[in-house]
Nanobody, 122 residues
Framework: QVQLVESGGGLVQAGDSLRLSCVAS????????MAWFRQAPCKEREFVAT????????YYADSVKGRFTISRDNAKNTVYLQMNSLKPEDTAVYYC???????????????WGQGTQVIVSS
């Protein structure tokens, strides 16, 4: 059974940092693009960042560019999201996703985690 399990969320203050992790199991994802999406209360789920299978190429939403960094460790079947200079508007449930296609569109991703909550207080 394929699973993506996120962790690392929590309650922090504006300006703080958090690192989210997503561990994949059930099969290897070393040849898949992986991504992070988020959904804030009463809003649609939106793209945050994606990384190619090799880790050599990344792409970010404008709202997080320069503050968030996506990375991966294929030996551990894990993808990370380092979030710095957090803002209250970053408050959301963060989801990990995996795909053979990649990119910023949700429909390109075949596997999804259950999400981890991030709350940023002002």
């Amino acid at each position: 059974q394929v699973q993506l399990v996120e962790s690392g969320g929590g309650l922090v203050q504006a300006g703080d940092s958090l690192r989210l992790s997503c561990v994949a199991s059930g099969r290897t994802f070393s040849t898949d693009a992986m991504a992070w999406f988020r959904q804030a209360p009463c809003k649609e789920r939106e793209f945050v960042a994606t990384i190619t299978w090799s880790g050599t190429s990344t792409y970010y939403a404008d709202s997080v560019k320069g503050r968030f960094t996506i990375s991966r460790d294929n030996a551990k079947n894990t993808v990370y999201l380092q979030m710095n200079s957090l803002k209250p508007e970053d408050t959301a449930v963060y989801y990990c996703a995996a795909s053979g296609v990649g990119g910023p569109r949700q429909r390109s991703y075949d596997y999804w985690g259950q999400g981890t909550q991030v709350i940023v207080s002002s």
